[in-house]
């Protein structure tokens, strides 16, 4: 079974289109994270989430907003999109929001190209 | 923030030993993790250090001076499979969710 999974796994868009992504984990864990890896291989943290609190990476634009369904269910809806979005957005888990030594379950990663 | 560097590419023949270095300039300090990502797909963990000292974990190692802001991640026996990136990554401040450094591409060849 899959522990962290995300869809699709592949995203080709036009500019100016809106988007999701979807991510699911059946680990049971209470906290959930969206990362950008650009083509540098910067992996960048974006949002970082629980049923108590969420946090912004300040530097993500406000196109970018994760919704939570579910403890198990993070989504990415991403407005407008742009070039420069295109990216591999990897989804992750942890059982509690400090990391510690508890570690970070990532997805397979969703890999987008805006046109 | 956290200022996190290391190299950008090494290389190295299988069956040998490699160790790669990162060091990091933060103000509070939570922990330090090293993951392994090859390419396409998700980076999985491989350690975590918040104390001085070495951490082995079979053909991985783990080493951390706080003092010095540096950590090497050490690979003996080398394999064609090590072959991938590695990313150092910070627990700092008022956060314990790490912030990634760039990653160091290990090409091992026969």
């Known amino acids: 079974d899959t522990a962290v999974s995300q869809t699709p796994k592949y995203l080709v868009t036009q500019m100016g289109n809106d988007k999701s992504i979807k991510c699911e984990q059946n680990l049971g864990h209470d906290t959930m994270y969206w990362y950008k890896q650009d083509s540098k291989k910067f992996l960048k943290i974006m949002f970082s989430?629980?049923?108590?609190?969420?946090?912004i990476n300040e530097t993500v634009p406000n196109r970018f907003s994760p919704k939570s369904p579910d403890k198990a269910h993070l989504n990415l809806h991403i407005n407008s999109l742009e070039l420069g979005d295109s990216a591999v957005y990897f989804c992750?888990?942890?059982?509690?929001?400090?990391?510690?030594?508890?570690?970070?379950?990532f997805g397979p990663g969703t890999r987008l190209l805006v046109l | 923030g956290q200022n996190i560097d290391q190299p950008t590419e090494m290389t190295a023949t299988e069956g040998a030993i490699v160790q790669i270095n990162c060091t990091y300039q933060?103000?509070?300090?939570?922990?330090l993790f090293w993951y392994q990502q090859h390419a396409g797909e998700a980076p999985t963990f491989l350690s975590y250090?918040?104390?001085?000292g070495l951490e082995e974990k079979g053909r991985f190692s783990s080493f951390l001076s706080r003092s010095k802001g540096y950590s090497y991640l050490l690979l003996k026996e080398l394999q064609m499979k090590d072959s991938a990136s590695y990313l150092c990554a910070v627990a700092s401040g008022g956060s314990y969710i790490p912030t990634f450094g760039r990653g160091t591409s290990l090409i091992v060849h026969p």
């Open positions: 250090n918040v104390l001085d």
């Open positions: 992750a888990s942890s059982q509690e929001l400090e990391v510690r030594k508890e570690t970070q379950y």
């Open positions: 989430y629980n049923n108590k609190e969420l946090i």
């Open positions: 933060t103000s509070g300090f939570n922990g």
